[in-house]
């Protein structure tokens, strides 16, 4: 059973590059999750999808974009890394509502 | 628009001792409410969740929330808490309409032996 599976687990990224964090979930689930998560700010939601080809803003979503153009894939986008972008990002899923979410291991995102 | 606090940062209790961790929420409707735990370097733990009906919920590892309406409260407690029992506590409400799902900032429970 994989579950949700985020790749990489690690990166160190330059100001002003770009990347694609993945995220891949083979439980058929509709609902997936970006999330970020700083010391002592707990997770905050950057963007969330319903289903494929919905997706929607969440709390911090400024400097990312997502698609969503299958159920398995969500992946995030990061277009100009920037320092605050340092973070760990967790990718999560969840069948629909009332449910809950299982997570991935997270990517530890440096940026220099 | 749904939000969650959770308002104590850090929490230490002696080992053995009983546990209760806070959670107020905001949300116009019925709410979905979760608790997980984040041990260091980990990924993110289901303890219990509170959908419907019994408003006094188990989970696992002895854990137990109780929601209660008029307060927006999802509260979590335990009874004894084990030296295992040191992680980051995280609450969370999910949205009865639409797919949104909030986290608080987080408690980070220590405990002495």
């Known amino acids: 059973n994989a579950g949700v599976t985020q790749t990489p687990k690690f990166r160190i990224l330059k100001i002003g590059q770009s990347m694609t964090l993945q995220c891949a979930q083979d439980?058929?689930?509709?609902?997936m999750y970006w999330y970020r998560q700083d010391p002592g700010m707990g997770l905050k939601l950057i963007y969330y999808?319903?289903?494929?080809?919905?997706?929607d803003k969440g709390e911090v979503p400024n400097g990312y974009n997502v698609s969503r153009s299958t159920t398995e894939d969500f992946p995030l986008r990061l277009e100009l890394a920037a320092p605050s972008q340092t973070s760990v990002y967790f990718c999560?899923?969840?069948?629909?509502?009332?449910?809950?979410?299982?997570f991935g291991q997270g990517t530890r995102l440096t940026v220099v | 628009a749904q939000s969650v606090t959770q308002p104590d940062i850090h929490i230490t209790v002696s080992e053995g001792a009983s546990l209760e961790l806070r959670c107020n929420y905001s949300?116009?409707?019925?709410?979905?409410l979760f608790w997980y735990v984040q041990s260091p370097g980990q990924g993110l733990q289901l303890l219990l969740k509170?959908?419907?009906?019994?408003?006094l919920v188990q989970g696992i590892k002895g854990f137990e929330a109780e929601f209660k309406r008029s307060q927006s409260s999802f509260n979590l407690r335990k009874p004894s808490v084990h030296w295992s029992d040191a992680a980051e506590y995280f609450c969370?409400?999910?949205?009865?309409?639409?797919?949104?799902?909030?986290f608080g900032q987080g408690t980070e429970l220590s405990v002495k032996p």
């Open positions: 969370a409400v999910g949205a009865s309409q639409g797919g949104k799902l909030i």
């Open positions: 999560a899923s969840r069948p629909g509502s009332p449910t809950e979410a299982f």
């Open positions: 439980m058929n689930h509709n609902y």
């Open positions: 999808s319903v289903g494929a080809g919905i997706t």
């Open positions: 509170y959908f419907s009906g019994d408003t």
């Open positions: 949300y116009g409707a019925t709410p979905y």
